[in-house]
């Protein structure tokens, strides 16, 4: 028989607090490893306080250093989950991360359209343009990106490319801070819409990331770089940081700042195990 206290005496109290709690919901792929994609995502909404939910859009079967298989789910069931949710739960910010496919972009961008409609309001909206595992492996099919820029950009609050994303979306590649500075004032123009490049990829001791409001303001945040970690889902984890502090009411520029501090903490304090001699690395989100 079970002793100790009683795990339903404090129900009451218990019930009383979650009514406050705000809702965020990531639409997003199954990483199996949990790192990234929506389980990162989940493990961050958790850590910051705020209730995660989950619309998957495809399946990943991978490591932090490997894409072995991926597979989409049936577009209307991505649908299905979205509007489901958006019937039920009192939805506060929405995060997308890897779509897939351009079908499955045009249909997330319906829902949210369609969701918000229903409910009469607008629903802040972090786009993690996902093209790229961290390991290099294509996530996102070609001519998925023209239907990000036509259905889903201006939906958004906020746009968070790393430097390669935004190099596509550009139509050239940055190479250093400069290159930076400029790829953000155009992205900016062009879909009128806040902008944050994550620069992690460029050399350095500092990972510096800008900020672009459509006012022409731009904000740094910047860390120290961790050294010889080899996680993925770094983006994941900061962008559903920023959803995160949407959800619980803080403006853009207020949101960014403790998810930046989040993202390096969960870096710094990353786990390691060894499995037959080799190291594998993730993400600690319970920091
Ligand atoms: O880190 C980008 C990313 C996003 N979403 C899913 C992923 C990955 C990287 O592997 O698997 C589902």
């Known amino acids: 028989m079970l002793s100790g206290p009683n795990p339903m005496a404090n129900q009451e ?29 989940l493990k961050t909404f958790s850590a910051l306080g705020v209730y995660g939910l989950s619309a998957i859009t495809c399946v990943v079967a991978e490591t932090p250093g490997k894409v072995a298989q991926i597979e989409p789910v049936n577009v209307d069931l991505v649908r299905a989950q979205i509007e489901t949710l958006f019937a039920a739960f009192p939805i506060a910010a929405v995060k997308t991360g890897l779509l897939y496919s351009a079908e499955i972009v045009s249909a997330v961008a319906r829902a949210i359209v369609d969701s918000a409609r229903k409910i009469d309001r607008k629903i802040p909206l972090v786009i993690d343009p996902v093209m790229l595992a961290t390991s290099g492996d294509a996530l996102l099919r070609d001519d998925a990106v023209q239907l990000y820029e036509k259905e889903l950009f201006p939906l958004a609050t906020l746009i968070t490319p790393n430097l390669d994303e935004a190099g596509k979306l550009l139509g050239e590649p940055i190479r250093d801070p400069d290159g930076m500075r400029v790829a953000g004032q155009r992205l900016t123009e062009k879909f009128r819409v806040p902008f944050l490049i994550k620069g992690g990829h460029l050399a350095g001791d500092h990972a510096t990331d800008l900020l672009f409001l459509i006012d022409g303001r731009v904000a740094e945040f910047s860390a120290p770089f961790s050294r010889g970690v080899a996680t993925h889902g770094t983006g994941c984890t900061y962008s559903a940081a920023i959803t995160a502090g949407l959800a619980r009411g803080l403006s853009l520029q207020d949101a960014v700042r403790p998810a930046k501090e989040y993202v390096t903490a969960t870096i710094a304090q990353h786990f390691t195990w060894k499995t037959a001699g080799e190291s594998v690395h993730a993400l600690n989100h319970s920091v």
């Open 13 to 41: 109290d218990r019930r009383s607090q979650t009514a406050a709690t705000a809702v965020a919901l990531t639409i997003a792929g199954s990483d199996c490893s949990a790192g990234a994609g929506a389980q990162a995502d």
